[in-house]
C-alpha cells in the first residue's frame, strides 16, 4: 500500500509540473504534518516559481476538528483557506 501510495503521489506532482508547464491552475490538499510534502517530488515542485504552501487549520474553515492542513498550489488565491484555530467552539477529540 505505501508503495501504491508513493506512486500515486510522484504521479500527481507530475500532473502538477505538466499543469504548470501549459499556464494552468492546480494545488494539493494534505495534512500539514504529512511525510508527502518531504518527498523529493513535492519538495522539488515547492521550489518553482509561482508555487506556495498554505497552512491553516480545518475548524477555521467550519471543520468540526482542529486537523492543521497544508495546500501547495500555484493558485494564490487559494489563501483564504488560510486560517488558524479560533479557540472556539471547543473542538471534537481528533
Not at 518531504?38 to 476538528?65: E, P, R, T
Request: some cysteine; glycine content about 12%.
Amino acid at each position: 500500500q505505501v508503495v501504491e501510495a508513493n506512486l500515486l503521489a510522484q504521479r500527481f506532482a507530475k500532473l502538477c509540473r505538466a499543469q504548470q508547464r501549459a499556464g494552468g491552475w492546480w494545488s494539493v490538499e494534505n495534512p500539514e504534518g504529512s511525510y508527502l510534502w518531504g518527498l523529493s517530488f513535492y519538495a522539488s515542485l515547492a521550489k518553482m516559481k509561482g508555487v506556495h504552501m498554505f497552512k491553516g487549520d480545518q475548524c477555521f474553515l467550519g471543520g468540526i476538528y482542529q486537523k492543521p492542513t497544508g495546500w501547495m498550489t500555484n493558485a494564490l488565491w487559494v489563501d483564504v483557506v488560510v486560517g488558524r484555530c479560533p479557540g472556539f467552539p471547543d473542538h471534537l477529540p481528533h
